[in-house]
């Protein structure tokens, strides 16, 4: 069982930034690839961003390229969700995903585990 702990979420005003943090159980951590989904109010659950076990590889929804970054740091069994130039539609619950194959992307049926999720609200 892997249990998944996110934190770092709260109410930011546009352009500021937040660092999503998700501390996750379990001893084969470095195996996982690991995801951040998102999901606003009256919307369906949608990609963020996801990183490969071994932290080479990434993946990113276009609406975030270039103001959010994925990253994880193993020993500690955790991976960070680094958001700037943060805008109101960025306002949802992020919720961090764990692929225990080693082969997952961006849909959400190749996590396993999830978290319950931080709110993040981004005022205008």
């Known amino acids: 069982q892997v249990q998944l702990v996110e934190s770092g979420g709260g109410l930011v005003q546009a352009g500021g930034s937040l660092r999503l943090s998700c501390a996750t159980s379990g001893r084969s951590f470095s195996r996982y690839n690991m995801a951040w989904f998102r999901q606003a109010p009256g919307k369906e659950r949608e990609f963020v961003a996801s990183?490969?076990?071994?932290?080479?590889?990434?993946y990113y929804a276009d609406s975030v390229k270039g103001r959010f970054t994925i990253s994880r740091d193993n020993a500690k069994t955790t991976v960070y969700l680094q958001m700037d130039s943060l805008k109101p539609e960025d306002t949802a619950v992020y919720c961090c995903a764990a692929d225990i194959s080693g082969y997952g992307t961006k849909y959400i049926w190749e996590f396993d585990y999830w978290g319950q999720g931080t709110q993040v609200t981004v005022s205008s």
């Open positions: 990183i490969s076990y071994s932290g080479s590889v990434t």
